[in-house]
T-cell receptor, first 114, second 115 residues
Framework: AQSVTQPDIHITVSEGASLELRCNYSYGATPYLFWYVQSPGQGLQLLLKYFSGDTLVQGIKGFEAEFKRSQSSFNLRKPSVHWSDAAEYFCAVGDYNQGGKLIFGQGTELSVKP | NAGVMQNPRHLVRRRGQEARLRCSPMKGHSHVYWYRQLPEEGLKFMVYLQKENIIDESGMPKERFSAEFPKEGPSILRIQQVVRGDSAAYFC?????????????FGPGTRLTVT
């Protein structure tokens, strides 16, 4: 069955430090992968997506992610974190065999220390 | 272009009452997805609808839950005889089509509290 795993429930980094959020997926076909961010009490905003092509994808707000098929991973990175990046981050795989529903990981909550 | 609208943003219901959640997709979008986010969990797919059709309801609980997306008006997620376990945030997302490369745009959610 398709699934997405985010191993880290909560991460704390210092402002200005680099960030990597891990995401592993299990999907039988070509995965279509997404990272979303959710601020407290808000909906989800798409940060970036991978459909095909270059395995390093750039997103909004200075985020990037790298697709590694051999590791079934799609980790999110940012070279220098800002206090406003504190939020919950969700990795998802699109199940386009069944209409395009998204299968989400459990999320990683990011805290930023001043 | 307005984004996905959901109302109400917060809804309190007593056990046994009915909850009706509304979702207006982005202009030009005819595909709507509903997701539920339980406390401390990620989002779980519930149902996928196109205008007047339910395409995939594999994530819907078998009882008490129903969804519709009429030809005119918003999509409605209806929960009958609510129980405490229904307390969650319900998000809808809309897209312009099905499959690649259409992405889903999310609304702000409806937070349902059952007392």
């Amino acid at each position: 069955a398709q699934s997405v795993t985010q191993p880290d429930i909560h991460i704390t980094v210092s402002e200005g430090a680099s960030l990597e959020l891990r995401c592993n997926y299990s999907y039988g076909a070509t995965p279509y992968l997404f990272w979303y961010v959710q601020s407290p009490g808000q909906g989800l905003q798409l940060l970036l997506k991978y459909f095909s092509g270059d395995t390093l994808v750039q997103g909004i707000k200075g985020f990037e992610a790298e697709f590694k098929r051999s590791q079934s991973s799609f980790n999110l990175r940012k070279p220098s974190v800002h206090w406003s990046d504190a939020a919950e981050y969700f990795c998802a795989v699109g199940d386009y065999n069944q209409g395009g529903k998204l299968i989400f990981g459990q999320g990683t909550e990011l805290s930023v220390k001043p | 272009n307005a984004g996905v609208m959901q109302n109400p943003r917060h809804l309190v219901r007593r056990r046994g009452q009915e909850a009706r959640l509304r979702c207006s997709p982005m202009k030009g979008h005819s595909h709507v997805y509903w997701y539920r986010q339980l406390p401390e969990e990620g989002l779980k797919f519930m149902v996928y609808l196109q205008k007047e059709n339910i395409i995939d309801e594999s994530g819907m609980p078998k009882e008490r839950f129903s969804a519709e997306f009429p030809k005119e008006g918003p999509s409605i997620l209806r929960i009958q005889q609510v129980v405490r376990g229904d307390s969650a945030a319900y998000f809808c997302a809309s897209s312009a089509g099905q499959g690649i490369p259409y992405e889903q745009y999310f609304g702000p959610g409806t937070r349902l509290t059952v007392t």
